[in-house]
């Protein structure tokens, strides 16, 4: 493992090392990013000290189009983690993961050429969020009531992302199982922002490769990709 006390971006310097031969499994960890990435090109804001903020980098065997299923992986190692701790960890497809309809991670998955780097942000012991996003970040501390050590949430991702990493080949069944079981979205109606315009529906579930099952009026659809997911029935998020 890689630690420093301020990177940019932990992604970005897991790329760096992964196009100079770093192996598979490094991890790139940060006290303190000053460029931190979101998804869909957001910032991704997190308090020095009270939250992680690391990169791994993945050098998978299977093949390439199989890799998008990496974000929905480590979405499910991510809820596992912290499930022992907190009860109703859901995961908003395809890896956000929320407590009580609030956001406790994010995850950026990015690929190089040979490799994929997995950037997982978590608000651990955070008490404070600014304005902007106040209403729907939590974290770890505010859902347990209690602080929880960093290095332990760490420990239990890393090790729930290397069991559910190696299933995105033969196997990917029970990461679906694992996806579908806490999934917040599942029979609630759903905007889903897409590079061809927006979607409404129902979402019905998952398909077999991770997409997004959507009933709309003109009959089910399959979503590949969202750039933004917005549950519309709001009392799901209670
Ligand atoms: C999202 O929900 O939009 C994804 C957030 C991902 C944030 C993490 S923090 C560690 C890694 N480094 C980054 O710059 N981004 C990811």
Redesign the pocket.
């Known amino acids: 493992m890689l630690v420093r006390e301020e990177l940019a971006?932990?992604?970005?310097e897991a790329r760096r090392l992964a196009e100079n031969g770093a192996a598979d499994g490094l991890v790139v960890l940060a006290d303190r990013?000053t460029?931190?990435?979101?998804?869909?090109g957001?910032s991704?804001y997190?308090a020095a000290g009270e939250s992680l903020?690391?990169?791994i980098i993945v050098r998978p065997t299977e093949p390439q189009s199989l890799w998008p299923r990496l974000a929905l992986a480590a979405g499910l190692a991510v809820a596992e983690a912290v499930e022992s701790d907190i009860p109703g960890v859901g995961i908003k497809w395809p890896n956000?993961i929320w407590i009580g309809g609030r956001k406790v991670a994010?995850?950026?998955v990015e690929a190089g050429g040979d490799f994929a780097i997995v950037?997982?942000?978590i608000n651990v012991n955070t008490r404070e969020f600014p304005p902007e996003v106040a209403d729907i970040a939590t974290s770890l501390h505010l859902a347990a009531g209690r602080m929880l050590e960093s290095a332990d949430v760490l420990t239990k991702i890393l090790e729930h992302f290397i069991w559910r990493r190696s299933q995105i080949g033969a196997g990917f069944d029970e990461v679906l199982d694992g996806v579908r079981l806490r999934c917040v979205l599942t029979g609630h109606a759903v905007t889903l922002m897409t590079a061809s315009g927006p979607r409404y529906g129902t979402m019905e579930g998952l398909g077999s490769g991770g997409e997004l099952l959507l009933r709309t009026a003109d009959g089910l659809e399959r979503i590949i990709q969202a750039d933004e997911v917005r549950l519309d029935d709001f009392n799901a998020r209670a």
């Open positions: 971006s932990t992604n970005d990013q460029s931190g990435r979101g998804r869909r957001a991704w997190a903020a690391f990169s956000d994010g995850i950026l950037g997982i942000g």
